[in-house]
């Protein structure tokens, strides 16, 4: 109805009772066990029912019932519990006193998505889940971060398999009265709102405030009646499928949290975007460093390129956001006017240098433009990063790209299950959660009693399997299927089986199928009496990826078949909750993507850390994780040009690891006790997620490497009227304009002879530098072993000195070589501006010999 005005009637909570909605509205309920199990004893069925939502959950619960628990001594201890533990939290001091990140060191963290529970829908996928883990960590650690998202009316798509075994999506509305989230209010109390122009009109969004323990995480919203229906539609459909709202949701995102941050007069150090969505940020920060401190552009970009951090995930080119650079520029057209730069030069940003006159605006080539920092999220993820945006930085060797790795980990908590936490309570210490750096404190995990930790795994996989069973029943029942088909389904999976699973985003390269490559092989191991296997799928296609549904339903088929479908199944609507269920309670996760398109992942980790075995391709994080120890590698890394070969060769080699030392180790059980070398490597798998691959490890490394050297340079660069700045500013303006000149001799030997190990000799280069001078520039001779077609390999750059001035801008310079290896070596020589990283990077600053590239 037309101005019909909304109020919503919440329970009287007792006062004894009130801390519970103060806990419920904010997000560090979700990992902490001893919280969850205060809201489920209030009403366990409801607690499930509603989606462990408990903002959601109090409203429903009745006033009676909160009367008799104001009065139950034992409810009341346990909230006292809980409250204590709570209020800790806030009193702690920072974890990592040794980095020097002061509350008003602000790190602004952009990301499209925030996976934090699965009753706040704002995720997709491994991205999400990896920001809200990001979030968690930094609020245990002490980190000043605050989280830059969108609040989406739907969210992302919940799915449902028809009785055709084809995915099917629905997009239920989010009713944010049911989310633990507030309007953001600015110091005088007013509600923050901000615009930006665009091509449609004004875009007008308010902001929500979401606690993620000590974290904020504000969330824009442009769900307001003075947008027209298009504008509105902007924060609907997370990854909306239609260009022109795709960007407008990157622009909300990028300039305007920016925007909200000024609001609320904050002025992060640091900006960290999380993947491309967020690269439009870079401009309006510029924007407003040079409203600050009153600055140039030139000046101001020093200032944020200097302080900001850009994360890649895509290991595929075409997995990055790409758009007509006419459907960008009305959004950034400002920007050119304000930098005093052209709009052909701003659109240059986003796009190659090889092919600057495209019509394509890469997101990103335009956020990398605007970061100091970059990196992938694994070792190999850095790799091949390196090697797709190699272009970008013209004639430097692709182990020179400025893409460094930080590999990713996961929240421990939120994913640990409470079995395994009470194990660790008791077994290493009441507080183990919050020291998850200690070595020696992890290490204690080999004292957990075999007998122990095998029982309380074998509940978890037994809750796994009543999980699956209740799952497959309203499946069922939604399809209408016969009694027979719901008593069947009400037994499948066996408690006592080795349960085997897979749950992740159903794209073509992760093969999910691939054990489908030899089915009769699959249904014998499936059906053996005495040492059988069972399997558990979950994930999600893209609603418009035809092919990943056709592998759902070819899994769902074979699921159906009668012969094993008491032993498999795939479970619907995969979220964080179904994730939790089958990372605490498999005995095997299976990873069998076509390497290298797998960036990091870390499903694996979760199930690592409850003492899962990984059974993966050497692909992504499992390249560093991988010891035969703790888990079994499938193949050796080698990648094939023809894929069916490839797939055919893994898994085979997959179906012999299961047949020859999995599954024989699982059943390996002498008089009686549990399988000991079995047990033996799920400790050996905890300890190394636990130290190795969490959250914490993560945000540390992100502190130290990037947060720190990023805050520093920001405080000095802006530091008395930002004078180190205009010198970096003119700096660069100087040798971009003068660098054309530079000229390089070939360089000469001091003897022309063939070496043994041991030898030195002298290499001497003539170098015309113009009118630059050598104290703005390194000469260096670049050496190493040579491959064939007279490619380096491991090369690196020694610094020549130098040896004299013959003329004005003519010089000779030296470097003295050692011979520590046999081989056939190469060497040549090249110019590099001298100074920061960011300086000696620029794109177009380097000069080979005689061009040599």
Request: hydrophobic content about 40%.
């Amino acid at each position: 109805m037309e101005k019909m005005q909304i109020y919503k009637v919440y329970p009287a909570i007792p006062e004894p009772l009130s801390f519970l909605d103060y806990l419920a509205r904010n997000l560090w309920w979700c990992w902490n066990h001893e919280a969850i199990e205060l809201f489920r004893r209030i009403n366990p069925v409801q607690w499930e029912k509603i989606g462990k939502n408990p903002v959601a959950f109090l409203s429903c619960i009745t006033q009676r019932r909160f009367d008799d628990l104001s009065k139950d001594e034992s409810f009341l201890g346990h909230l006292g519990r809980v409250k204590t533990k709570f209020e800790k939290m806030f009193s702690r001091v920072s974890q990592i006193k040794e980095f020097d990140l002061t509350p008003k060191d602000t790190i602004a963290y952009f990301s499209m998505e925030f996976g934090l529970h699965e009753s706040l829908p704002f995720f997709a996928g491994g991205l999400g889940i990896l920001a809200g883990d990001h979030l968690k960590a930094s609020s245990t650690l002490g980190i000043p971060l605050i989280g830059i998202g969108l609040l989406f009316r739907e969210g992302y798509f919940r799915q449902f398999i028809d009785h055709n075994g084809w995915q099917q999506e629905t997009y239920p509305i989010n009713d944010v009265f049911d989310l633990p989230v507030q309007k953001l209010k600015d110091h005088s109390g007013f509600e923050i709102k901000i615009d930006i122009p665009g091509p449609d009109g004004i875009i007008n969004a308010c902001v929500w405030q979401l606690k993620v323990g000590k974290i904020r995480l504000f969330l824009l919203d442009t769900n307001l009646p003075e947008n027209s229906k298009n504008i509105r539609d902007i924060t609907s459909r997370l990854y909306a499928s239609h260009s022109e709202i795709r960007i407008a949701q990157e622009i909300l995102l990028g300039i305007g949290g920016i925007k909200v941050l000024r609001a609320m007069d904050i002025f992060p150090n640091v900006c960290h975007m999380n993947e491309g969505h967020c690269s439009f940020a870079g401009l309006e920060r510029i924007s407003i460093v040079m409203d600050k401190y009153n600055v140039d552009f030139q000046v101001a970009f020093q200032i944020c390129k200097r302080s900001c951090v850009f994360t890649t995930h895509t290991p595929v080119a075409a997995g990055h956001d790409v758009f007509v650079k006419e459907m960008v520029f009305p959004y950034i057209q400002p920007y050119a006017r304000k930098f005093s730069v052209s709009d052909d030069e701003l659109l240059s940003w986003g796009q190659p240098h090889t092919r600057k006159n495209t019509d394509k605006f890469s997101m990103f080539i335009f956020g990398a433009h605007f970061a100091g920092y970059i990196n992938g999220v694994s070792r190999l993820h850095g790799r091949v990063a390196r090697g797709m945006w190699q272009s970008l930085w013209p004639r430097r060797h692709v182990e020179e790209i400025p893409i460094s790795h930080i590999t990713n980990g996961v929240h421990i908590s939120s994913y640990l299950s409470q079995h395994k936490n009470s194990l660790f309570e008791r077994y290493l210490s009441s507080d183990w959660s919050s020291r998850q750096s200690n070595p020696n404190l992890i290490s204690r995990i080999d004292m957990i009693e075999d007998a122990d930790l095998w029982h309380v795994h074998e509940l978890d996989r037994s809750s796994l399997i009543r999980r699956c069973r209740q799952s497959l029943l309203t499946q069922y029942e939604r399809q209408n299927a016969p009694r027979h088909e719901l008593d069947e389904v009400a037994g499948v999976l066996d408690h006592r089986v080795l349960t085997i699973c897979f749950a992740r985003r159903f794209a073509t390269y992760k093969r999910a199928s691939l054990l489908l490559k030899d089915a009769q092989r699959l249904t014998r191991l499936i059906t053996d009496e005495d040492k059988p296997v069972q399997f558990v799928f979950a994930g999600k296609a893209h609603p418009n990826d035809d092919q990943g549904k056709a592998i759902i339903k070819r899994i769902v088929e074979f699921a159906r078949s009668h012969n094993v479908r008491h032993r498999v199944v795939f479970l619907e609507n995969y979220d964080i909750n179904i994730a939790r269920y089958m990372v605490q309670g498999c005995d095997v996760w299976l990873n069998t993507p076509r390497r290298p398109n797998e960036a990091c992942g870390t499903s694996g980790m979760k199930a690592s850390a409850n003492g899962g075995l990984n059974i993966s391709i050497l692909d992504g994080w499992w390249c560093e994780g991988f010891r035969d120890d703790r888990g079994w590698a499938i193949g050796n890394g080698d990648i094939y040009d023809d894929h069916e070969y490839q797939d055919e060769v893994e898994s085979q080699a997959l179906f012999n690891i299961l047949e020859n030392d999995v599954i024989p180790k699982f059943y390996d059980r002498k008089r009686g006790n549990p399988p000991l070398k079995w047990i033996k490597m799920m400790k050996e798998a905890m300890k190394m997620a636990i130290k190795d691959f969490s959250s914490d490890r993560m945000v540390r490394d992100y502190c130290s490497r990037f947060y720190i050297p990023a805050s520093i340079n920001f405080k000095q660069l802006t530091q008395d009227s930002a004078e180190k700045a205009k010198e970096l500013a003119l700096a660069q303006f100087r040798l971009v304009s003068l660098w054309g000149d530079i000229r390089l001799s070939s360089p000469e030997l001091t003897k022309e002879v063939d070496f043994t190990v041991g030898d030195t000799f002298r290499i001497t280069l003539e170098v015309f530098l113009g009118e630059l001078t050598p104290e703005e520039v390194v000469v260096q001779v670049y050496h190493g072993k040579v491959r064939a077609l007279d490619e380096f390999e491991g090369a690196r750059a020694e610094t020549m000195w130098l040896q004299e001035t013959i003329a004005e801008g003519r010089h000779i310079y030296a470097c003295t070589i050692t011979c520590s290896d046999s081989g056939r070596f190469g060497y040549t020589s090249r110019v590099i501006p001298k100074g920061d990283e960011v300086l000696s990077n620029t794109p177009g600053l380097i000069t080979w010999v005689n061009g040599d590239d």
